[in-house]
Structures are given as C-alpha cells and as structure tokens.
C-alpha cells in the first residue's frame, strides 16, 4: 500500500488533548484558590450575617476541583457546558471584584482600602483563571471528543 500525499491519515489513538488537560489543571487551582478565599472571608464574616458570600465561594470552588477532576482523569461526557459554566463563573467573579472596589470609601481608612484592594485583587485573578480554562475547554472540545471516541472504541 503506498502512501499518496492527497491521502488522509488518520491517527488509530488520538492523545489526550493538552488543551483540556491544562483546563483541567486551572479548574483545580483555581477552584482551590476559590475555596482559600472563601475560608478567608468566612473567617471575617459576623456571626448572625445574612447567607454569607463565602458559602457560595466554597460551593463552587469545589465545584471546580471536581470538575477537573474529572476531566484530567477522561471521565466527564464533554467540555462544552464546563467550558461554559467556567467562563459565567468568571463573570460573576468579576464584577464581584467591581463591586468591592466601588464600595471602598476613602473615610474608612488605609487598612480597610488595602484590605478590599486585596480581596478585588484575588477575585479578579481568579476570574482570568476561569475564564483561561474555559476557552483552553472549548478550543480543545472536538480534540477531547475524538479521544473520548477512540477510548470507547
């Protein structure tokens, strides 16, 4: 059989795509990052407040471990509603982090303006995480769907 170069080779075991691989990754780290900040914030919260903020950190931050999870280890079905689900989350990070930058207040003191700088800081690098992995998600989509074909046979 000669190989003509018109011809298409397909590869019989594609490799796991690293696109999906590094979103992988980010979900974890980042989904960590997420819980750290939530433990942090939980920490400073009065007893008695409202819902707090941070229980919602804590759920998605380990929402997003799991997530990872399963797509460094081939088992999640798809990347397209993760992807999508990373890059809402990262939305709603950022203009978290607008909302505790507008709400600092020069009479409230140094301490308290670096403190919320601080916090602005961490959660809008958080979202260019998860708005990094989903991208990396959907880019590498039709990459992992061929793998996760191959595998089934």
Do not use: C
């Not at 170069?5 to 780290?29: H, Q, R, Y």
């Not at 689900?85 to 303006?113: C, N, Q, T």
């Not at 601080?118 to 769907?145: E, T």
């Amino acid at each position: 059989m000669e190989n003509r170069k018109d011809e298409l080779i397909v590869p019989s075991n594609p490799t796991f795509p690293k696109k999906v691989l590094a979103a992988g990754v980010i979900w974890i780290v980042f989904g960590g990052w997420v819980s750290v900040i939530a433990a942090i914030v939980h920490s400073l919260e009065r007893p008695g407040s409202p819902t707090p903020l941070s229980l919602w950190g804590f759920a998605f931050g380990a929402a997003s471990i799991y997530i990872g999870i399963q797509t460094m280890r081939g088992v999640a079905r798809g990347m397209r509603g993760s992807a999508i689900a990373s890059m809402v989350f990262s939305f709603f990070i950022l203009i978290h982090a607008i909302s505790v930058i507008a709400a600092i207040r020069p009479e409230k003191g140094p301490d308290e303006i670096i403190g919320r700088i601080l916090i602005a800081g961490g959660a809008a690098f958080a979202a260019i995480g998860f708005l990094m992995a989903g991208v990396l998600a959907l880019w590498g989509r039709n990459d992992y769907r061929s793998w996760l074909r191959a595998q089934k046979g």
